[in-house]
C-alpha cells in the first residue's frame, strides 16, 4: 500500500510539472505579444508628438484639488515698500525714514484701473466722531473723498467688522451711496471675536499690509508700520483669496468645514512663494487667523509666529502695542502662553537675543506689567540669557491728549536675523483663536543683492525706536503711572 502511494504521488508530480512548463510557455508568448504592442503605441504616440503643434504648458490638477499656482505669474518685478505713519510731533534723532502710510493709500489708489478690496476693522476718516476738529484729520478726509470718488467708477469691495450700535457707520454710508459694496462680517457670531484685519488689494496686483486701520488717526496721531507690494499678481491674488474668504462669510455667516478649494493655497511656511523683490530672491508667504479661516495650505497666524521664532539664530525683535499671554476677552479668564513659553525656550535653549517693545499709553491694562516683568527678569548675564522688555511711550500736548484713542505705537511686527514678519495683530490669546488677522512673512537670507533686504529695513526701523529718547527700559520696580 505504501509503495502504490509513493507511484501515485511521483505520477501526480510529474503531471504538474508538465502542465506548469505547458503554462509558462504559453505566459511568455503572452509577455511577448504585450511588449511587441506597447513597442507600437510608444512610437505612435512619439510620431503624434512630433506632428502635432504643441499647446502651453499647464500644470496637472493634482488629486488635492488645491489651484496649482502658474509658473509666469510668480515672474513679476514685484518692489516692496515699507510705510509708517508717524504721529505729529514724534521726531527721531535717526536717518531711518520710510513713506507714510497716506501717501502709500494714495498712490494705491492712483494706480487702481479695475478694483479696489480692502479688509478693515472699522472706518472713521473723518473726525466727526470725536468732535475735536483735529486740522490733522485732513489726510484721513483726503482718503475716503478718494476712494468715494473711485467707488463710482470701479469696483470697490470693504470687508468690513459688524460696526457696534456706538461706532460711526458715516464713512461706510457714503461710500455705498457712492457705490461701493460692503459686506459686514458678524465675527461676533461667528467666533465670538471680530474682523481686525487692515489690507488692500488693488487690481489683483498691488497689495497693503500693516497695522493702521481706516481711520484719520493711523494717519497722523498714531505710530503705525505697514508694507506695500506692487506689480505682484502672484502675492495679490493669494491675499485675495482671503479676502475673498471674509466676503464668502459676510453673506453665508457661518464657516465652511472643509472650505472649498477655490480658498486653497499651496503657498506657506514649509513651501513659502518664490519671486523676486526688489531684484532679490525671496521666500513669502501670508498667514491667517484664527485657524478656522485657514482653508487648506494656509499657516495659521501663530504658527507663522512660532516658526519665524525657531528659525532664528541670533535674535528677536518684537514691536506690539499689547503682549499678553492669557485671553484677554474671554470670561472666565485663561491662561495662554502659547507664544510667551516660546519666548523663553528660544533665550533658554538656543542663546537668542530677545528685545520686546511694547507701548504704553492711556489705555494700557495693567495687568500687562507682572507678565512683562516675568519675561524681562529671565536675564541673566552670566548665564547668557539676553532678554529686555523696553516701553513705548508718544508723547502728548494737551491738546492732543483730547484725541481719543491716539498717540500711541500700534505696530504689530517681528524681525529676527533672518525674518521679516508684519502682521495686523496684537499679541494675546485671542487675537490668534478667535479674532481674523493677518500677516506677510518675508525671508531673504539667500540675497546677494546690493538693495537692502526687508529684514534690514525692519530691524533698523526696530534700533531706531528702542534706542530712541521714547522708549524706556522696563524694570521690576517700574510703575505704569510713572511711565504711561
Known amino acids: ?40 503605441l510608444l512610437a505612435a504616440t512619439a510620431l503624434y508628438s512630433l506632428l502635432t503643434p504643441r499647446a502651453p504648458f499647464s500644470h496637472p490638477t493634482p488629486s488635492s484639488s488645491l489651484p496649482r499656482p502658474q509658473a509666469e505669474s510668480c ?63 485732513y489726510q484721513g478726509e483726503a482718503i475716503l473723498k478718494t476712494l468715494s470718488e473711485l467707488s463710482g467708477k470701479l469696483s470697490v469691495r470693504i470687508a468690513v467688522n459688524t460696526p457696534q450700535q456706538s461706532q460711526p457707520q458715516a464713512d461706510l454710508r457714503q461710500l455705498n451711496e457712492s457705490g461701493a459694496d460692503i459686506r459686514t462680517v458678524n465675527m461676533r457670531a461667528l467666533t465670538s471675536g471680530v474682523l481686525h484685519t487692515k489690507f488692500w488689494v488693488v487690481d489683483k496686483k498691488h497689495i497693503y499690509i500693516g497695522s493702521a486701520n481706516m481711520d484719520w488717526r493711523s494717519l497722523t496721531q498714531v505710530k503705525e508700520l505697514g508694507a506695500v507690494v506692487y506689480n505682484c499678481s502672484c502675492l495679490a491674488a493669494d491675499l485675495g483669496k482671503i479676502f475673498e474668504a471674509y466676503w464668502f462669510l459676510g453673506e453665508s455667516e457661518s464657516i465652511p468645514s472643509p472650505w472649498p478649494s477655490s480658498f486653497s493655497t499651496y503657498y506657506n511656511k514649509d513651501t513659502p512663494l518664490q519671486l523676486p523683490l526688489n531684484n532679490t530672491p525671496s521666500s513669502v508667504y501670508l498667514s491667517s487667523s484664527p485657524p478656522s479661516f485657514c482653508a487648506a495650505g494656509r499657516t495659521p497666524d501663530l504658527q507663522s509666529i512660532l516658526s519665524v521664532m525657531e528659525d532664528a539664530r541670533s535674535f528677536i525683535y518684537i514691536a506690539v502695542m499689547n503682549y499678553l499671554p492669557t485671553m484677554e476677552f474671554s470670561r472666565p479668564k485663561r491662561y495662554w502662553a502659547d507664544i510667551d513659553t516660546q519666548l523663553r525656550r528660544m533665550v533658554y535653549e538656543r542663546r537668542v537675543k530677545v528685545r520686546l517693545l511694547i507701548s504704553c499709553w492711556a489705555s494700557t491694562q495693567p495687568v500687562m506689567f507682572p507678565f512683562l516683568k516675568s519675561l524681562a527678569s529671565v536675564y541673566d548675564h552670566k548665564s547668557k540669557l539676553d532678554i529686555q522688555v523696553r516701553l513705548f511711550v508718544v508723547p502728548s500736548t494737551p491738546k492732543q491728549k483730547e484725541i481719543p484713542f491716539a498717540r500711541v505705537n ?38 546677494q543683492s546690493l538693495e537692502p533686504t526687508v529684514q534690514s529695513q525692519l530691524r533698523e526701523v526696530f534700533e531706531r525706536d528702542w534706542d530712541s529718547d521714547y522708549s524706556k527700559p522696563l524694570t521690576q520696580n517700574s510703575d505704569l503711572k510713572d511711565l504711561c
Open 1 to 40: 500500500m505504501k509503495t502504490d502511494i509513493a507511484y501515485n504521488q511521483l505520477a501526480d508530480a510529474e503531471r504538474r510539472r508538465q502542465e506548469s512548463n505547458r503554462r509558462e510557455r504559453v505566459y511568455s508568448r503572452c509577455l511577448f505579444a504585450l511588449a511587441t504592442v506597447a513597442t507600437v
Open 75 to 137: 515672474s513679476d518685478a514685484c518692489k516692496i515698500v515699507l510705510v509708517e505713519s508717524i504721529p505729529e510731533g514724534l521726531e527721531f534723532n535717526s536717518s531711518t525714514t520710510h513713506p507714510s502710510i497716506f501717501q502709500a493709500w494714495l498712490n494705491l489708489m492712483s494706480e487702481a484701473r479695475s478694483s479696489i478690496d480692502i479688509a478693515s476693522f472699522y472706518w472713521t476718516l473723518t473726525n466727526k466722531d470725536t468732535g475735536t476738529e483735529e486740522p490733522t484729520a
Open 410 to 447: 500700534h505696530n504689530k511686527y517681528m524681525v529676527t536675523d533672518k525674518i521679516a514678519y508684519i502682521g495686523t495683530s496684537n499679541w494675546s490669546g485671542d487675537y490668534f483663536v478667535s479674532t481674523a488677522g493677518s500677516a506677510l512673512v518675508v525671508n531673504q537670507t539667500a540675497s
